[in-house]
C-alpha cells in the first residue's frame, strides 16, 4: 500500500500529520483518516469486538464495520468518515470502546430549522440532477451531502460523461445550483433521520461543532445511493479483504494503492470496474474471479473458498476451490444494496427485486422519490436522468434538461449466490459483531424463521453500522438455510439515525442552565442576593428556603415558621397561576367547574375551589375571587397554572361555546407577596393601608406603594395573612419593602409547614389523580344545589362511593422523636393500607407531623410506617393539627388547647399566648416550654413609631442592601424608536402592535405614607423582566446582530371583540402593545411579557437555531406565537427587525439563550 | 414530529399542541339521569381504530384553538376532518 505519485481529489502540496494509536504519520488535504492509514501503509486498522481479531479498512464510506476509532470527546467514529487534518489522534477501539466522561469537548453544537419544498439528500449524480430539476424551476430547495464535496460515486470513479471526466460534470452543475438564491447546498450533511409530514433531521460536521438540522420539506428526493455488499466465506474478515468499490475509490479518489497484487472476486460488475481502476494505479490483478456461468472473457470461473493469513495476520494469499494465490489485497463485490434505510424510515413499502437480488424502494408513504442507484439504477446516465424526474416530480413540469452520455457499459445481474452455507468459524456475515454463517445456522436450527428473532438472537446487524454491509447477507444467508426467497424473509426494519448521532449533538445548546427553561420571577434577582436555596417547582425557581450564614435547613425553616407563627414572614407567591376570567356566564361556567358555587358569590369575595376531572378525581384547587359582575379572578397551583387554563378552554370551547366567557393568564403580570403572622397588619398597614381593614376571603383594589394593585385576604397557613399584588414590574420594590418592614423571608419548604400543620392538602403530593374531594375530607366543599359539575356523577359511582377509599388522615408517632419519610408505607396486622404523603417537624407540636392516605382507618388506630428498613409505630389522628378552630387567621392568640380529636395534651406543646414558641422544645416535655432566648413581640402592642423591625431571631434586614439592577429606574428608560417602524401610532401597513416611541415611567421614587403607622418613606422602581441583560445585550451584539430589551410596552389582551389595531393571536384574541386608550374589557398584561429586539442581517441566523416555523423572508412577513429556544414567544418581523414578546418569567432564560447564541 | 395543520396558525409542529382524544364525544346532557354504565361509557371508553380517526388538537402554544382533525392511526397522515 502507498500513495500514487498523482491522481486523485487530494491535495500533495500540503502534508498533514496526525497519530494514530500513537505512531506519527502523515497525509493530506482531501484525504479521510482511512485514505492516509492506508497511504501509511497501516493495514490492522483495529480489532473485533468480540473475537478480538485483526481487522482492517473494509469500505470508503459510513458503512464502515472495522476501522473504529476515537477521536477526542469521541469513543467511536469510522476512520472512513473522519475527515483528516493536522493534529489529528485517533486510536482504534479496543474492545467495546471507551467512554471517557472527562475528555474535554469544547465543541459548540447547535441546531437549525429550515423548510424547503424540496430537500434533496445526496449530492452524486441524481441528487445534482434533481437539485437542478427542481431548483431551477425556482421552487425553495435544499440538497445535503455527507462529502466534503459534491459528485457523490463519481468522486471515486474515471467515468467520462459527454467524453470529458465526470467531475466537470458535477462542477457546472454545482456552479448552477449556486446561482440560485432559493437553493441551499450543505456538504459534510448527513441525514440521519426521515420521520413523518416530510421531517428529515441531518447532522452538519462543522469544525468548531455539529449542527443538527431538522429540515421540513414538502417533498424529498432520496438520491442516497448504494452500498456494496460481500460475501461470507472463510476468511473473509481478513485484514486485505475490501469491498471492490472501496478499493476503486481508494485509488480514484485518494491517489491510494490499496494493495499490491490483488485477487478481484467479481460477483457483480462492478467488481470489473474496480480491477481496471485498481490496475491502472499500479496494481497488479492476479486474478478476477466471477461465479456467474457468464464471466467476462480474462475472468476466472469459480468462487474463493478462502484466504490465508499471513504472519502478520493480514491476508497472504486467496483460495479458489484448490488454487491459491498470492495477494495481499482481495477486493469483493458481492453486489449491491440500494441504500433504502431513509426511505423505509418514511414508512415506505421495500419489496426484493430478484434481478438486482437487492431490496428496492416500493410504494412510498410520503411525498418522497427515490432516484439512481438508491432505486437500483446504477449507470451515471441514467442516474442523471432519473433525478431530472424525480427533482420535477415535486411541480409536476417536465425538466427539459440534457441527460450527458456515459462511457459506461451496462451493468449485468450479479450472482445469484450468498456465498458459501460454511460452518466455518471464520465465514463471517457482520464483521462489526463477529457474526457467522454458522451463528445464523444456530437460530434456524433453534427454529427461528423472522429475521428480527434472527437478528436479535444472533446480534448480527446491531452495531454501530447497524448493518449497512451485512443486513442484506444475514437475509440472504438465512434465505438459503430455510429454502425462501428473500423477498419472503423479508428484511428487518429500518429505523434511525442513518449512522451514530452523539448525544453532545442532540442536545446542542440546550444543555446545562439551557437544558430546561428556569422561569423566575420579578423578585428572583432579589432571592438569589439573599442567599436563598431554590427549588424546581415545574420549571419555577422558587425560593426553598433563606438560610442565614451557618445554618442548615432544618435551622432555617424553623427560624421561618417561628416568624409566620409568632411574628409576620412574607413568601414570594407570584407563581402560583392566576387566570382573569371575564363575561356574562363566567359564573355559570365556574359552577359547572369547581365543585362549589360561584354564581353566587358576593363581588370583592374570594373562595376556596376544587375541580376535578370528568371521573371525579381532584385535579387543581386554588382560590378564586369575584372582582366584578363578570369578572373573576382565578388562581391555580403552581405546576398546573397551564393545564388548568387549557382545561378552562376545552370546557368552554368544546362543550359550552355559547357561554359568554373569556379566559387571560396574567400569572407574569402579576408579581404576589403572601404576608403572613400575627403583626401582618403592620405590614399591610405600611404597604397598602386601604387594606388593613379587609376581612378573611376578601379582596380590595389598593394603592400598593404608590402603584394600582390588588389585596387578598387569603391563608394558607392559619395565621392572618394578605396576598398582595402589583404589576410585575414593581414586584420587587414591593418584596424589599415588605422586607424591610420586618417580614421575615420563607420559601415553600415553610409554607408546606405550615399548610400541613393546618391540615391543607396539596394537590399533586397529597393526591395522586385517584383521590375525590371526599377522599380528602372535603365533602364540604362539594356543592350538592348545583344539578351538575365536572366529576359530580363519578361521585356516585359504586368505586368513588366506597366507603373503604383511602382517605387524608393524620399521623403522629409514638414516639415523638421519631421521624417518618414521606413515601413510607402504612401496615397494620400485616395489610398495606396507605402511604404518607407529607411529613415534616413542627415547631408548635414539638414533633414531627404526617399526613397520609389511607383506607379503613379511623383516629385512633395504631399503625406501623415501614421506609426502607425502618419500621415505626405510628397513630391516625385528625389531619388538622394546628389550631382546628381558627383562631389565628383574624390575627388572634395561639390556640390554649390543642385539637382534643388530634393529640393528647399531653404530647403537645402549646405555644405562648404571645405568639412565641420555643425552638428549644425538648422532645417528651410536657407543658409549654417558652424559649427565653425569644424577644416576644407583642400582637396587641402598639406599632411602633419607627422602623423596629419586628425581628425574629436573626433578622437581616441591615445586612440587605436593595440591589438595584441595571435599567430599574424607569425614568431612565426611554426606548428607541427602532429604525422608524415603531410609533405609537398604528398605520395600517404595520402587521400588529405598534410598540411605542415613548414610556411614561411608573412612578419613579414614588413615596409613601403608612398614615398613622409610622414606617418611612419608602423607595419604589420599576424593574423590567430582562434589565440585568442590558450590558451584557450590548456587548454581544455585534455588527451583524444587535439584541436590547424594549422594557415597559404597555400592553392589553383583547378577546372577543376586535380592537382595530394590535396583533391578532387567535380567532377572538388580539395583542395590543404600545401608547394606546385601552378599550373596555380590555386586560391589561404590561406586566405578562417583555419584548426583546433582535436587528440586523445575522438575525435571521440565531431565530433559526431555536424557531421551527418557517422564517423564510418570503413566507414569514407578520407575526406569530411560537416557540423560540423553549420558551413560548410571540414574534414579529418588520425587515431584518425580529420583536420578541416573551413571557416575563422566561426572560432571564431567553436572554441567556440569545447571549449564547450570539456568543458562539 | 407531525406538522398539525392548525385551522388558525397553518401547519405547525405536533409539540406546538396537546392531544384530545377523540373527537365527537359530547358531555352527556344530563349525567345525572346516565346509568353508572352509561357514565362509565362517557368517562372511559374511546374507540382505537386502525385506519382514519377522528380527534381533537389544541394549539396550545399557538392560537389556543381546540379543533379536530381525521388522523390515520398507521400513516399519521392528517387530512380535514369532514
Ligand atoms: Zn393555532
Redesign the pocket.
Known amino acids: 500500500m502507498s500513495r500514487l505519485p498523482s491522481g486523485g481529489l487530494i491535495d500533495r502540496s500540503v502534508t498533514l500529520p496526525f497519530r494514530f494509536d500513537g505512531r506519527q504519520l502523515h497525509g493530506h488535504p482531501g484525504d479521510t483518516l482511512a485514505s492516509a492509514l492506508l497511504a501509511s501503509g497501516v493495514r490492522v486498522a483495529g480489532h473485533s469486538v468480540n473475537l478480538g481479531r485483526p481487522r482492517g479498512i473494509f469500505t470508503a464510506g459510513p458503512e464502515e464495520p472495522n476501522a473504529l476509532v476515537r477521536v477526542g470527546a469521541d469513543p467511536m467514529l469510522a476512520a472512513t468518515t473522519v475527515e483528516l487534518h493536522a493534529g489529528l489522534e485517533a486510536w482504534s477501539l479496543r474492545g467495546k470502546g471507551r467512554l471517557d466522561p472527562g475528555a474535554v469537548d469544547d465543541r459548540r453544537h447547535d441546531k437549525g430549522y429550515l423548510h424547503c419544498e424540496v430537500l434533496v439528500v445526496g449530492g452524486g449524480p441524481a441528487g445534482l440532477a434533481a437539485a437542478l430539476a427542481a431548483g431551477e424551476s425556482g421552487l425553495r430547495v435544499i440538497l445535503v451531502d455527507d462529502q466534503p464535496r459534491l459528485g457523490g460515486d463519481l468522486l471515486g470513479s474515471r467515468v467520462l460523461l459527454d467524453g470529458a471526466p465526470a467531475l466537470g460534470w458535477v462542477a457546472a452543475a454545482e456552479s448552477r445550483l449556486a446561482a440560485l438564491p432559493e437553493v441551499r447546498v450543505l456538504t459534510r450533511t448527513t441525514a440521519t433521520g426521515f420521520y413523518d409530514h416530510g421531517y428529515v433531521v441531518a447532522v452538519e460536521r462543522r469544525p468548531l461543532g455539529e449542527r443538527l438540522w431538522h429540515f421540513r420539506a414538502g417533498r424529498v428526493v432520496l438520491a442516497t445511493g448504494a452500498h456494496e455488499r460481500s460475501l461470507p466465506f472463510p476468511g473473509n474478515d481478513l485484514p486485505g479483504v475490501m469491498l471492490a468499490a472501496a478499493a476503486r475509490t481508494y485509488a480514484n479518489r485518494y491517489g491510494v494503492r490499496p494493495g499490491a497484487r490483488a485477487v478481484v472476486y467479481a460477483c457483480a460488475d462492478s467488481g470489473y470496474e474496480a480491477a481496471r481502476d485498481l490496475a491502472a494505479a499500479g496494481v497488479e490483478i492476479a486474478a478476477v474471479v466471477d461465479p456467474r456461468p457468464e464471466g467476462l472473457s480474462g475472468a476466472l470461473a469459480g468462487r474463493v473458498t478462502g484466504t490465508v493469513a499471513g504472519d502478520d495476520g493480514t491476508l497472504a494469499a486467496v483460495l479458489i476451490a484448490d488454487r491459491r494465490v498470492e495477494a495481499d489485497l482481495l477486493a469483493v463485490a458481492g453486489g449491491w444494496n440500494p441504500a433504502v434505510h431513509l426511505f423505509s424510515q418514511s414508512q415506505g413499502r421495500l419489496w426484493f427485486d430478484e434481478t438486482l437480488r437487492a431490496f428496492v424502494p416500493g410504494e412510498p408513504a410520503q411525498a418522497v422519490s427515490p432516484a439512481g442507484a438508491c432505486r437500483g439504477l446504477y449507470g451515471t446516465a441514467q442516474a442523471i436522468e432519473d433525478g431530472y424526474r424525480a427533482g420535477a416530480e415535486a411541480h409536476g413540469r417536465v425538466a427539459g434538461l440534457r441527460v450527458p452520455v456515459s462511457d459506461e457499459e451496462a451493468l449485468r445481474p450479479p450472482a445469484a449466490y450468498w456465498g458459501e452455507l460454511d460452518p466455518d468459524p471464520t465465514a463471517f456475515v457482520d464483521l462489526q459483531r463477529d457474526v457467522t454463517v454458522a451463528d445464523v445456522a444456530r437460530a434456524t436450527g433453534a427454529g427461528m424463521r423472522s429475521v428480527e428473532h434472527v437478528k436479535r438472537f444472533t446480534t448480527a446487524s446491531t452495531g454501530a453500522d447497524q448493518g449497512k454491509t451485512s443486513g442484506a447477507l444475514v437475509v440472504g444467508v438465512l434465505s438459503e438455510l430455510l429454502g425462501a426467497a428473500p423477498g419472503q424473509v423479508g428484511v428487518t426494519t429500518f429505523r434511525p439515525p442513518y449512522t451514530p448521532v452523539s448525544f453532545a449533538t442532540l442536545a446542542g445548546r440546550d444543555r446545562g442552565p439551557l437544558s430546561d427553561p428556569a422561569r423566575t420571577t420579578a423578585m428572583h434577582g432579589a432571592h438569589v442576593a439573599r442567599g436563598a436555596v431554590f427549588e424546581d417547582v415545574g420549571q419555577w425557581k422558587r425560593p426553598w428556603y433563606f438560610p442565614l450564614s451557618g445554618e442548615t435547613m432544618r435551622e432555617a425553616v424553623r427560624r421561618e415558621c417561628e416568624a409566620a407563627r409568632t411574628a409576620v414572614a412574607a413568601m414570594d407567591a407570584s407563581t402560583l397561576g392566576k387566570i382573569d376570567i371575564r363575561g356574562a356566564d363566567a359564573g355559570a361556567f365556574l359552577d359547572r367547574i369547581y365543585t362549589n358555587m360561584y354564581s353566587t358569590l358576593a363581588i370583592g369575595a374570594c373562595r376556596y375551589g376544587l375541580m376535578c376531572t370528568a371521573d371525579g378525581m381532584v385535579f387543581d384547587d386554588g382560590t378564586t375571587t369575584r372582582l366584578g359582575e363578570h369578572h373573576y379572578l382565578m388562581t391555580t397551583t403552581t405546576g398546573n397554572a397551564a393545564a388548568v387554563l387549557d382545561w378552562l378552554e376545552e370546557w368552554h370551547q368544546t362543550e359550552w361555546p355559547s357561554l359568554d366567557v373569556r379566559f387571560t393568564s396574567v400569572t407574569d403580570h402579576w408579581a404576589t407577596v403572601a404576608v403572613a403572622g400575627p403583626l401582618a397588619g403592620r405590614v399591610i398597614a405600611a404597604v397598602a393601608p386601604e387594606a388593613v381593614g379587609l376581612a378573611f376571603m376578601r379582596y380590595t383594589d389598593a394603592t400598593v406603594l404608590g402603584v394600582p394593585g390588588r389585596v387578598f385576604r387569603i391563608s394558607f397557613s392559619g395565621e392572618l395573612a394578605y396576598e398582595v399584588n402589583v404589576p410585575w414590574h414593581h414586584g420587587r420594590a414591593l418584596w424589599e419593602a415588605v422586607l424591610d418592614l420586618g417580614a421575615v423571608p420563607y420559601g415553600t419548604e415553610t409554607m408546606h409547614v405550615l399548610r400541613a400543620e393546618k391540615g391543607f392538602p396539596i394537590v399533586g403530593q397529597d393526591t395522586d389523580g385517584t383521590v375525590t374531594p371526599q377522599d380528602l375530607g372535603m365533602s364540604w366543599i362539594v356543592s350538592g344545589r348545583k344539578p351538575d359539575f365536572v366529576g359530580k356523577r363519578s361521585h356516585t359511582r359504586p368505586d368513588t362511593s366506597r366507603t373503604d377509599r383511602k382517605r387524608l388522615v393524620g399521623l403522629l408517632t409514638e414516639d415523638p422523636s421519631a421521624f417518618v419519610e414521606e413515601g413510607a408505607q402504612l401496615v397494620a396486622d400485616g395489610v398495606m393500607l396507605g402511604h404518607v404523603t407529607s411529613s415534616y417537624p413542627s415547631v408548635p407540636l414539638g414533633r414531627a407531623i404526617s399526613l397520609a392516605l389511607a383506607r379503613n382507618v379511623s383516629p385512633g388506630d395504631r399503625l406501623t410506617a415501614i421506609s426502607g428498613d425502618t419500621t415505626i409505630p405510628v397513630r391516625v389522628v385528625s389531619p388538622v393539627f394546628y389550631d382546628p378552630d381558627n383562631h389565628r387567621r383574624d390575627g388572634g392568640p395561639t390556640p390554649q388547647n390543642p385539637p382534643p380529636q388530634a393529640i393528647p395534651p399531653s404530647e403537645i406543646t402549646p405555644a405562648s399566648p404571645q405568639g412565641v414558641v420555643s425552638s428549644e422544645v425538648t422532645p417528651g416535655s410536657s407543658g409549654g416550654v417558652v424559649s427565653s432566648e425569644a424577644t416576644p413581640s407583642s400582637p396587641q402592642g402598639a406599632v411602633p413609631s419607627e422602623v423596629t423591625p419586628v425581628s425574629p431571631q436573626g433578622r437581616v434586614s441591615s445586612e440587605v442592601t436593595p440591589v438595584s439592577p441595571q435599567g430599574r429606574v424607569s425614568s431612565e428608560v426611554t426606548p428607541v424608536s427602532p429604525q422608524g417602524v415603531v410609533s405609537s401610532e398604528v398605520t395600517s401597513g404595520s402587521p400588529g402592535g405598534a410598540v411605542s416611541s415613548e414610556v411614561t415611567p411608573t412612578r419613579p421614587e414614588g413615596t409613601v405614607s403608612s398614615g398613622g403607622g409610622g414606617f418611612p418613606v419608602l423607595r419604589m422602581w420599576a424593574e423590567s423582566p430582562a434589565a440585568g441583560f442590558k450590558e451584557r445585550f450590548a456587548a454581544v451584539g455585534g455588527g451583524r446582530v444587535r439584541v436590547r430589551e424594549v422594557p415597559f410596552v404597555p400592553m392589553w389582551e383583547v378577546r372577543g371583540e376586535e380592537p382595530g389595531k394590535g396583533m391578532r393571536l387567535?380567532p377572538e384574541w388580539w395583542l395590543v402593545a404600545g401608547e394606546v386608550e385601552p378599550g373596555p374589557g380590555w386586560v391589561d398584561v404590561s406586566g405578562q411579557r417583555t419584548v426583546i429586539e433582535l436587528t440586523g442581517p445575522g438575525a435571521l441566523d440565531v431565530l433559526i437555531t431555536g424557531c421551527p416555523i418557517d422564517l423564510h423572508p418570503g413566507v414569514f412577513t407578520g407575526h406569530a406565537?411560537t416557540v423560540l429556544g423553549k420558551a413560548p414567544v410571540i414574534l414579529q418581523r418588520y425587515g431584518d427587525l425580529y420583536r420578541i414578546f416573551v413571557r416575563s418569567s422566561y426572560a432571564n432564560y431567553l436572554g441567556e439563550w440569545l447571549i449564547d447564541a450570539l456568543e458562539g | 414530529m407531525m406538522l398539525i395543520d392548525?385551522?388558525?396558525?397553518g401547519p405547525?409542529d405536533e409539540n406546538e399542541f396537546h392531544y384530545g382524544g377523540q373527537a365527537g364525544i359530547a358531555y352527556p346532557e344530563a349525567p345525572g339521569e346516565l346509568s353508572d354504565a352509561e357514565w362509565a361509557e362517557y368517562v372511559f371508553m374511546r374507540d382505537n381504530p386502525r385506519g382514519w380517526f377522528r380527534e381533537r388538537w389544541f394549539?396550545g402554544l399557538?392560537?389556543?384553538?381546540w379543533f379536530t382533525v381525521e388522523r390515520h392511526t398507521v400513516t399519521h397522515e392528517i387530512r380535514k376532518a369532514p
Open positions: 387567535g406565537q | 392548525c385551522p388558525f396558525c405547525r394549539h399557538g392560537c389556543r384553538t
